[in-house]
């Protein structure tokens, strides 16, 4: 009998669930193949303001079906986005023939009830003269959270962040960790050490130091999808992307750029309490591997995970391979409750 080498079968398995053909072979997977084929009608949303301070919020909600008074509730997801684009370009897209990129269509389909919102100086949030840096980004999720408990009822929630989302999310963690159920961060940098995607964001920190903006066209979105490696995601959401952006504006808060070059590490592993997903793709410049395992060794809680996709670059949720992202990001979240501690 041929004897099958472990490094065979787990090569094959990946390939297999990047492809949607892991149903066959794991048990749940036939769920995430089948949030890329759903039709989007069995869908509810709706948009909410929050206040921080003058500042308004602008924040999305989706789930399967309209809330209805007295039901339990679902368990909350609340997304937060990165530096270089608003919250539904991250975390809602939507692009005819390319199949279903929207994590917040996919986790709704999952049971939960997911949030999102534009941060200060994003999207249809306010601008204003701040820069909308990692801190100021914390003080939006504690509004919008607010505005999650009101309508939810929920106690605690889910987060994920990706990029300097990650950071944001990472911070709020830190600082209001009763409401902290599950944190996942995707595409964390934490001191930065010898990333490649960061040296050359340095070269312009007297800019972002002197400018609270910084600019952002068609150019810069799109290479989001090529800057780290090639094929790794469809142009055409690429396209698209931009087209849903630039409406916005050609220019973001430039707070975020400026924390990743001149300030890091801005939040602390030991003082993150929750369960923690780390995740990472395979070709990601933002962060080495030796940078997210030095944070990753750090965490208090032994409830913790540090995976790597193969074939993905930054941006995990709009990759070809984003499949992999559901299904890692949904077996942490659906964690069973640990017996023993």
């Given at each position: 009998m041929t004897q099958v080498q472990p490094s065979f079968i787990r090569r094959n398995i990946l390939k297999a669930l990047s492809l949607g053909w892991l149903a066959q072979l794991v048990p749940g997977a036939a769920q995430a193949q089948s949030a890329d084929v759903l039709p989007t009608n069995d869908i509810w949303s709706s948009e909410y303001w929050a206040k921080k301070g003058a500042v308004d919020l602008c924040m999305y909600?989706?789930?399967?079906?309209?809330?209805?008074?007295?039901?339990?509730?679902?368990?909350?997801?609340?997304?937060?986005?990165?530096?270089?684009?608003?919250?539904?370009?991250?975390?809602?897209?939507?692009?005819?023939?390319?199949?279903?990129?929207?994590?917040?269509?996919?986790?709704?389909?999952?049971?939960?009830?997911?949030?999102?919102?534009?941060?200060?100086?994003?999207?249809?949030?306010?601008?204003?003269?701040?820069?909308?840096?990692?801190?100021?980004?914390?003080?939006?999720?504690?509004?919008?959270?607010?505005?999650?408990v009101r309508e939810t009822g929920v106690q605690k929630m889910h987060f994920v962040g990706a990029s300097s989302g990650a950071l944001r999310a990472g911070?709020?963690?830190?600082?209001?960790?009763?409401?902290?159920?599950?944190?996942?961060?995707?595409?964390?940098?934490?001191?930065?050490?010898?990333?490649?995607?960061?040296?050359?964001?340095?070269?312009?920190?007297?800019?972002?130091?002197?400018?609270?903006?910084?600019?952002?066209?068609r150019l810069e979105i799109e290479r989001l999808f090529?800057?780290?490696?090639?094929?790794?995601?469809?142009?055409?959401?690429?396209?698209?992307?931009?087209?849903?952006?630039?409406?916005?504006?050609?220019?973001?808060?430039?707070?975020?750029?400026?924390?990743?070059?001149?300030?890091?590490?801005?939040?602390?592993?030991?003082?993150?309490?929750?369960?923690?997903?780390l995740v990472r793709g395979e070709h990601d410049g933002i962060a080495t591997v030796e940078d997210i395992s030095d944070f990753y060794n750090q965490l208090p809680n032994g409830d913790r995970q540090f995976i790597i996709l193969p074939g993905v670059a930054h941006s995990v949720g709009l990759a070809y391979n984003r499949q992999l992202f559901w299904h890692v990001a949904r077996s942490f979240l659906s964690m069973p409750p640990k017996i023993v501690s």
């Open positions: 909600r989706k789930r399967v079906g309209a809330p209805v008074a007295g039901e339990a509730p679902k368990p909350v997801l609340f997304c937060v986005h990165g530096s270089s684009n608003s919250a539904r370009a991250s975390f809602d897209m939507s692009v005819p023939g390319v199949g279903e990129y929207s994590v917040m269509n996919v986790f709704a389909r999952f049971g939960f009830d997911v949030w999102t919102l534009d941060h200060e100086g994003y999207g249809k949030s306010s601008r204003t003269s701040g820069n909308s840096d990692i801190a100021s980004g914390a003080e939006d999720l504690k509004a919008g959270v607010e505005v999650v911070r709020y963690a830190m600082e209001r960790p009763e409401w902290v159920d599950r944190l996942i961060l995707c595409a964390l940098t934490y001191k930065g050490t010898g990333s490649p995607t960061l040296a050359n964001r340095a070269e312009q920190i007297d800019y972002y130091r002197a400018n609270n903006r910084r600019p952002r066209g090529t800057r780290d490696r090639t094929g790794v995601a469809d142009p055409r959401l690429a396209k698209a992307r931009a087209d849903f952006e630039l409406p916005f504006g050609n220019t973001v808060p430039s707070g975020t750029y400026l924390d990743m070059v001149a300030n890091l590490p801005v939040i602390d592993p030991k003082k993150i309490l929750a369960p923690v997903l």
